[in-house]
């Protein structure tokens, strides 16, 4: 086939489980599929269970294990799950280990052709990466290549992320943005140190260079340097969502006027006043807390257990997780908009008197 660098990859479990390549079955499946390039990864960030340093076992990435599979198999159960509609999106998550950018491109080109015209491919490489080497994974068949940001201030940014310096990494971001405009995605994860503030600030710089946000919430991994950090506090972080959600709707989707003004109090958000508060009041759904990202991808249980309550969710919400996420990420912030305080609080008690 081909494929001479990628004989076997890795998918993760749920992945595996879409596609018929394994017969554990999970409760809240991928809609997209992902695949692991690599292990053990040359850099050394402090919460990856990939990380040069890190203790943890080689099929670890995120919460996830990741079985291995011959690369023939894999390309023929995709190409079957992309056809019946089983599969939105199948996406690349490269480990910076010697020879990566070589073992991407041929992912990307398996995953390319495997998954017929009408499946997008995304890949998420490194914000160490040269533009031609992202020109690159877009010329072998990447709709998105995401540059993870990760630790959204910078001094987090060095600690963390094993010495490598921030400016650098946005800058490539912006250029790439630039050259490839709606093309670039990056991650950013809460919970690793910085305030409200910065994390939503970073988002709404991204959103308005045309940038993707993947938001994740910190995940403490065994064997990793920060396997003793605490996750994030949910309140906080349904409040980064509500945020970045409005934000995005404003810049990347275009759906309304203005941005939201935000006020924060030592860094935390303590107050929001929308322009346009019909439509922002329709935009405070659920989907604000689904999983961001590329569309079509849901990544179930890389930050959360099985039976917790998720951080971010990977399906549409149902009446009272809506109520109740939205009850945490407005518990002590100011909504100055009378038509939407008005509207949005009136539903909030009335679905709590249900
Ligand atoms: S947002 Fe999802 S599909 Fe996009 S690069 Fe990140 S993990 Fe992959």
Not at 82 to 109: L, T
């Amino acid at each position: 086939m081909g494929h001479d660098e990628l004989d076997r990859v890795r998918v993760s479990a749920g992945t595996a489980s879409v596609l018929g390549l394994s017969p554990i079955t999970s409760f809240d499946e991928p809609t997209c599929a992902y695949v692991m390039i690599g292990e053990r990864c040359a850099h050394d960030c402090a919460f990856c269970a990939q990380a040069r340093s890190s203790a943890a076992p080689n099929d670890r990435l995120s919460r996830v294990t990741w079985p291995e599979f011959p690369a023939d198999d894999l390309a023929q159960a995709l190409g079957a799950a992309a056809g019946d509609g089983r599969v939105q999106r199948a996406c690349a998550q490269v480990v910076g280990a010697p020879g990566a950018f070589e073992r991407s491109i041929a992912a990307v080109k398996l995953l390319r052709s495997a998954v017929g015209p009408s499946v997008p491919v995304s890949v998420s490489y490194s914000a160490t990466a040269r533009i031609e080497q992202v020109a690159a994974l877009m010329e072998a068949g990447a709709e998105k290549v995401a540059l993870p940001i990760d630790a959204c201030n910078e001094q987090l940014y060095r600690s963390i992320k094993g010495g490598h310096d921030m400016s650098r990494a946005l800058s490539l971001i912006r250029e790439c943005a630039r050259r490839f405009p709606e093309r670039i995605s990056t991650h950013l994860i809460a919970g690793l140190g910085e305030t409200e503030e910065e994390i939503i600030s970073l988002a709404s710089s991204m959103y308005q260079q045309g940038v993707t946000v993947g938001l994740f919430a910190f995940t403490p991994l065994p064997g990793t340097r920060l396997a003793q950090r605490q996750p994030p506090d949910l309140n906080s972080y349904r409040r980064i969502q509500l945020v970045c959600y409005l934000l995005k709707r404003v810049f990347l989707d275009k759906a309304a006027e203005g941005p939201p003004d935000l006020r924060f109090s030592l860094g935390r958000l303590s107050g929001i006043a929308l322009r346009r508060p019909a439509e922002e009041t329709a935009g405070l759904s659920g989907e604000a807390f689904q999983t961001s990202g590329c569309p079509g991808c849901n990544r179930p249980y890389y930050n959360e257990r099985p039976g917790q309550i998720p951080y971010n969710y990977p399906r549409p919400l149902t009446p009272s997780e809506v109520d109740d996420a939205l009850t945490m990420a407005l518990d002590g912030v100011e909504l100055d908009r009378v038509g939407l305080a008005q509207t949005e609080s009136a539903n909030i008690e009335r679905r709590s008197a249900r």
